[in-house]
């Protein structure tokens, strides 16, 4: 099949790059500032770059793996590394081959040898070590890195290093000592606002991995609908998702966990309880709170938050909470714990009953009691499916404890997500003093607060993201090791899948470089030439990356394979225009191909 | 070829909608308030439905031009109908076949007759007559129009008339008049800030048909590129645009404007002048104005506005406006003239002796006379190449004419593009003021001011381009008149082909119902569910136009089509996931057949 499928790709390619004869032209010389090639996002810890050239010749360079090292003799490294070494294969090189020009009396690298000196695990974790060195002379090129996750970081940036001149693909001589300042550096996905399709969150999981970005954090489920289809529970989707093909299936999240896995990045659950579940009522309405009329307006549903009352409720959730454990790898899994209407409890007899048998006062503090009771039946039940889960819960959790006044009933070992912004009990940036009260009790954190990216405004605006700094509160150096990192959020109302990736990036990089690099990397205006490069890199790769401010970018072709409908034809009588599908010419060759054959 | 291309079609559509059995769920049923299905957008002018359904049978059913008028005999007319009845032919029936529902049983809907009464023209023009009339009713569909344009927005709105019950394809006993409120309904896009590969222009081209917008103003050239190749002055393109293929060339041009006229578009291009025009200075500076260093900051170009002081300038203008005209079919022909900066011309010698020469004041009322004399000599050109064409300004033009009190050197055929949002010389919204103005100098004026979509802000913000009414100003019945429509204008700082088209639409379809439905469909909370059904019609139809609040679309499927590189695969032998070029089941069972053929 080999050499069919190189002439049909060289064909098709040979049409998206005619013409191309590459002239500097005014605006591009203006633009040599603007745009810093061969730069890394995000910037390393530390870097050491001579202005010795070496060209790499496409056709025989080659990256491998040091056969005596753990890559090669590990097989949870083998795998991870042959499949990251098949696709940075074709991530180093761009320049389209008729654009190349010769590297013959030049001084040439041929290739980068990657060793792994420590081992690996299946899944990367929390505690992973993805440091990497790399060292780029005239001995040739190597990469060390203790684990695979540290080796496809180190890839990610040797890719990074590579530059096009005149035709030609060049590294300079570089020294890196590379390590993450967070081990949490995660982006929140929603998928139940608007459905994302599996396409779009693998495309997503390429671009994180440009970016060195390690968490998927999977908000899959919401108040609007569903789509996790659970195989305990089929109603839960059957009626509460969207339609029955708006549905996660567990082949679909086996193929996120994989791809994802492949890439270095934890792929993190959220079920959000016990707000935010209006769409799991359609199917089980017997693990909600029925709200009744009273001084509030009630939703047509007269469905609430779960009902905490009902011993069937922890029942039910432990079930579910297996069987999801057992399809996602991680060991940490959100609970969400957010927006929870104290009103509709407030409304329901069986609730106010429980209430006083419990001793809980009928007061905002006993409600608080309530909820900190419900969390932390759920944080049990966690800790048992199986032992080593691990719950994160939004913000709202820790301050109800906080007002019931007693944190002995959160595990310590509970992660807090802080996201609020405009926090009416605080002047100024409250997320700062929320992070330093979580710490302060002992519970490590992650920030999203001021990574809503959600947020749009007109013009530049990942400045704002780029200089908000997690340490940036009052506490000890204790307090700070407590904050394990932070995560980009892109809430869905206004976002499906038309808009998904170009509204995430590169706005998302700003966060992504903030969670990996040394706090002194702070200066966006510094950061942009490196930022253009690195948005132009992602066009290049096949991520439809906005643009920030008017440019171009050398390579932003790749982009057109989005339309494929749209491939005007002129014919020798005149234009003529191209409708309808599959109009394609790659696809016209092969479908002759097919007929002529069959002929 | 067809049984073999049919084969793959189906093979490929069959993975697409698999297992899709739909069911009606809760948020199904909330959301039936909604989406309106099978209402029409823009609104009509006048529409009657009966509750009367006709079933339509995506097998029988035909689109018909009636022999005996004009949609047959008048060639002009053919030409259009016949690309029109093939390209509505594949938007009517979107129900993929495995999940229809028989018609036998039902009242049936076998075909709709087109008659056109009078006449056509090869390109649609501003005097063009888009007036149509529907009528289906047990004895049938007929549509009537008296111009192949009539008849195009006329099957927009029938095939908009269709929706899906049951799994069948269903109309209502319908009775339409319509015609447009304004002749000139424009999107204006901008190719200089950022390049839009042609099928990116060419999918925007097929949404504007969508929602019966009728005129593309291509701003095409600007101070950052000069993308546009002209073949009289090649170096304009060839040192001022971004890189070599950063460039429309005359083909280019030609396939846009072929496939807008066949969708009743017009395209207006646009050569801003004397201002924006530093990329152009690249190829020809002796065209630009030397800037010296005074008192002001020059660029570091030293280049400036056009030079009005040199005869060779308006030589050169009319030998390109020459070549353009040519080229672009439509009478008219915007020249821009916004924001001029009258520093660079006050540092330079030679303009400062012309204007001696003329007996301009050293002052602004001198340089407002000079931009006047400049602007003149253009319109007098373009008067020229040939007669026909009219000239298209900006505000300011009109203003400077003001500035120097005497209006007779701008002629009334010119038409005032009105665009300034703040400005600081009115209260509250200036741009009803202006308005009133230039229609009571007498001159004709297209509203922008309020329809510019590149300023974004969270939310749901289409009801403030729908809510401006051109019309709003404190004017005579005559001044009214004079406006002839809007545009929407999308400038491209912050936009590319990452982001283009869901950027633009649907917010661009506020502005189409605010330019063709009457003054009173003005409410944007009962136009909502109309809007919702107009965005998943888009999304259907392959324009991924971005949504409007939480949602699902029926059938959001084709926007997978943009994304051929993420199509996971499960193989038998556990999992595993595409990575790179080409893995399309499609491709790849097209290649296995050719090399199956050859072997």
């Given at each position: 099949?080999?050499?069919?499928?190189?002439?049909?790709?060289?064909?098709?390619?040979?049409?998206?790059?005619?013409?191309?004869?590459?002239?500097?032209?005014?605006?591009?010389?203006?633009?040599?500032?603007?745009?810093?090639?061969?730069?890394?996002?995000?910037?390393?810890?530390?870097?050491?770059?001579?202005?010795?050239?070496?060209?790499?010749d496409?056709?025989?360079f080659?990256?491998?793996?040091?056969?005596?090292?753990?890559?090669?003799?590990?097989?949870?490294?083998?795998?991870?590394?042959?499949?990251?070494?098949?696709?940075?294969?074709?991530?180093?090189?761009?320049?389209?081959?008729?654009?190349?020009?010769?590297?013959?009396?030049?001084?040439?690298l041929?290739?980068?040898?990657?060793?792994?000196?420590?081992?690996?695990?299946?899944?990367?974790?929390?505690?992973?070590?993805?440091?990497?060195?790399?060292l780029?002379?005239?001995?040739?090129?190597t990469?060390?890195?203790?684990?695979?996750?540290?080796?496809?970081?180190?890839?990610?940036?040797?890719?990074?290093?590579?530059y096009?001149?005149?035709?030609?693909?060049?590294?300079?001589?570089?020294?890196?000592?590379d390590?993450?300042?967070?081990?949490?550096?995660?982006?929140?996905?929603?998928?139940?606002?608007?459905?994302?399709?599996?396409?779009?969150?693998?495309?997503?999981?390429?671009?994180?991995?440009?970016?060195?970005?390690?968490?998927?954090?999977?908000?899959?489920?919401?108040?609007?609908?569903?789509?996790?289809?659970?195989?305990?529970?089929?109603?839960l989707?059957?009626?509460?998702?969207?339609?029955?093909?708006?549905?996660?299936?567990?082949?679909?999240?086996?193929?996120?966990?994989?791809?994802?896995?492949?890439?270095?990045?934890?792929?993190?659950?959220?079920?959000?309880?016990?707000?935010?579940?209006?769409?799991?009522?359609?199917?089980?309405?017997?693990?909600?709170?029925?709200?009744?009329?009273?001084?509030?307006?009630?939703?047509?549903?007269?469905?609430?938050?779960?009902?905490?009352?009902?011993?069937?409720?922890?029942?039910?959730?432990?079930?579910?909470?297996?069987?999801?454990?057992?399809?996602?790898?991680?060991?940490?899994?959100?609970?969400?714990?957010?927006?929870?209407?104290?009103?509709?409890?407030?409304?329901?007899?069986?609730?106010?009953?429980?209430?006083?048998?419990?001793?809980?006062?009928?007061?905002?503090?006993?409600?608080?009691?309530?909820?900190?009771?419900?969390?932390?039946?759920?944080?049990?039940?966690?800790?048992?499916?199986?032992?080593?889960?691990?719950?994160?819960?939004?913000?709202?959790?820790?301050?109800?404890?906080?007002?019931?006044?007693?944190?002995?009933?959160?595990?310590?070992?509970?992660?807090?997500?802080?996201?609020?912004?405009n926090?009416?009990?605080?002047?100024?940036?409250?997320?700062?003093?929320?992070?330093?009260k979580?710490?302060?009790?002992?519970?490590?954190?992650?920030?999203?607060?001021?990574?809503?990216?959600?947020?749009?405004?007109?013009?530049?605006?990942?400045?704002?993201?780029?200089?908000c700094?997690?340490?940036?509160?009052?506490?000890?150096?204790?307090?700070?090791?407590l904050?394990?990192?932070?995560?980009?959020?892109?809430?869905?109302?206004?976002?499906?899948s038309?808009?998904?990736?170009?509204?995430?990036?590169p706005?998302?990089?700003?966060?992504?470089e903030?969670?990996?690099?040394?706090?002194?990397?702070?200066?966006?205006?510094?950061?942009?030439?490196?930022?253009?490069?690195?948005?132009?890199?992602?066009?290049?790769?096949?991520?439809?990356?906005?643009?920030?401010?008017?440019?171009?970018?050398?390579?932003?072709?790749?982009?057109?394979?989005?339309?494929?409908?749209?491939?005007?034809?002129?014919?020798?009588?005149?234009?003529?225009?191209?409708?309808?599908?599959?109009?394609?010419?790659?696809?016209?060759?092969?479908?002759?191909?097919?007929?002529?054959?069959?002929?």
């Amino acid at each position: 099949m080999r050499p069919y499928l190189v002439l049909l790709v060289a064909l098709s390619l040979q049409a998206a790059v005619a013409e191309w004869s590459y002239q500097t032209s005014w605006y591009e010389k203006a633009r040599q500032d603007k745009v810093a090639r061969g730069t890394v996002w995000p910037q390393p810890r530390s870097i050491d770059t001579t202005s010795v050239r070496y060209y790499l010749d496409p056709r025989n360079f080659r990256l491998e793996a040091d056969s005596s090292s753990a890559a090669v003799s590990d097989p949870e490294c083998k795998a991870v590394v042959d499949h990251a070494l098949s696709r940075y294969g074709e991530l180093l090189f761009w320049i389209p081959e008729e654009d190349r020009a010769g590297v013959d009396g030049d001084e040439t690298l041929d290739k980068l040898v990657l060793t792994i000196t420590r081992g690996c695990t299946r899944y990367p974790s929390l505690e992973s070590d993805e440091s990497y060195s790399i060292l780029v002379n005239s001995d040739g090129a190597t990469l060390l890195a203790q684990t695979a996750w540290g080796a496809l970081r180190g890839l990610e940036t040797f890719s990074q290093l590579i530059y096009g001149e005149n035709g030609k693909h060049v590294i300079n001589g570089t020294s890196i000592s590379d390590s993450p300042r967070f081990p949490h550096r995660g982006i929140m996905i929603d998928t139940a606002r608007h459905y994302l399709p599996l396409p779009f969150i693998l495309r997503h999981l390429d671009a994180m991995a440009y970016n060195k970005m390690n968490v998927l954090h999977w908000h899959i489920v919401d108040d609007q609908a569903f789509p996790f289809q659970s195989t305990t529970f089929p109603d839960l989707s059957g009626k509460g998702a969207y339609t029955r093909k708006h549905v996660y299936t567990p082949d679909d999240v086996s193929q996120v966990l994989e791809f994802a896995r492949l890439r270095g990045i934890r792929v993190i659950p959220e079920f959000d309880t016990p707000g935010h579940m209006m769409s799991w009522g359609q199917g089980h309405p017997e693990i909600l709170t029925r709200c009744y009329p009273t001084s509030f307006q009630p939703d047509i549903y007269y469905l609430g938050p779960a009902n905490p009352a009902r011993e069937t409720t922890y029942t039910f959730m432990r079930k579910l909470f297996e069987e999801i454990r057992e399809l996602f790898a991680d060991e940490y899994f959100h609970v969400g714990g957010d927006e929870v209407r104290f009103q509709c409890w407030n409304s329901n007899e069986e609730v106010q009953e429980f209430m006083v048998q419990q001793g809980f006062p009928n007061s905002t503090v006993g409600f608080a009691d309530l909820q900190g009771y419900y969390i932390n039946r759920i944080l049990e039940i966690l800790h048992q499916v199986p032992e080593r889960t691990r719950g994160i819960v939004w913000q709202e959790i820790f301050d109800n404890f906080e007002i019931s006044g007693d944190l002995t009933g959160l595990n310590l070992d509970t992660i807090i997500h802080v996201w609020e912004w405009n926090d009416t009990r605080y002047q100024g940036e409250p997320f700062r003093e929320e992070m330093a009260k979580v710490t302060a009790a002992g519970y490590r954190t992650i920030l999203s607060s001021c990574y809503y990216l959600n947020y749009i405004s007109y013009g530049r605006d990942w400045p704002q993201y780029y200089e908000c700094d997690p340490h940036d509160f009052q506490g000890t150096e204790a307090q700070k090791q407590l904050v394990i990192g932070g995560e980009a959020c892109l809430w869905a109302e206004w976002v499906d899948s038309t808009n998904f990736i170009p509204r995430m990036w590169p706005r998302a990089s700003a966060v992504a470089e903030r969670l990996w690099s040394p706090q002194d990397v702070a200066d966006s205006e510094a950061a942009s030439p490196r930022m253009e490069e690195q948005r132009c890199r992602m066009v290049r790769r096949g991520i439809p990356a906005q643009p920030q401010g008017p440019s171009y970018c050398e390579y932003e072709w790749n982009i057109l394979s989005q339309l494929p409908n749209y491939r005007p034809v002129i014919t020798s009588s005149g234009p003529r225009v191209t409708e309808g599908l599959f109009h394609n010419l790659f696809l016209g060759v092969l479908v002759l191909a097919v007929v002529k054959c069959l002929a």
